[in-house]
Nanobody, 124 residues
Framework: DVQLVESGGGSVQAGGSLRLSCVAS????????MGWLRQAPGKEREGVAA???????NYSDAVKGRFTISHDIVNDTLYLEMNNLEPGDTAMYYC???????????????????WGQGTQVTVS
């Protein structure tokens, strides 16, 4: 079975940094999209960053220049390096994955078939 296990969330002050990790297991294919999405209380889930099967990387405008997504292929671990955190970044962060995206927006939840349990990030 496919599993995505996140870690690395926590509470930080504005301007601080965190690194989220997501260990993937059980995949029978490597040509996939992997991403981070987040959901704040009372808000829609939104895409933060994603790496597609063709190595295309996308970021939301809200985090561009502050966050960096990367994928360790050997260990099949997805990372999200978050710097200069702002209170608006407070949310539950989810690691997600699915078949490589050939069309449509990477930031939409519907393209992701597998989800982690989420890790909370709180910025004060």
């Amino acid at each position: 079975d496919v599993q995505l296990v996140e870690s690395g969330g926590g509470s930080v002050q504005a301007g601080g940094s965190l690194r989220l990790s997501c260990v993937a297991s059980g995949f029978t294919y490597s040509n996939r999209i992997m991403g981070w999405l987040r959901q704040a209380p009372g808000k829609e889930r939104e895409g933060v960053a994603a790496i597609n099967g063709d190595d295309t990387i996308n970021y939301s405008d809200a985090v561009k220049g502050r966050f960096t997504i990367s994928h360790d292929i050997v260990n099949d671990t997805l990372y999200l390096e978050m710097n200069n955190l702002e209170p608006g970044d407070t949310a539950m962060y989810y690691c997600a994955a699915g078949p490589r995206l050939y069309g449509g927006s990477w930031s939409f939840s519907k393209w992701y078939k597998y989800w982690g349990q989420g890790t909370q990030v709180t910025v004060s």
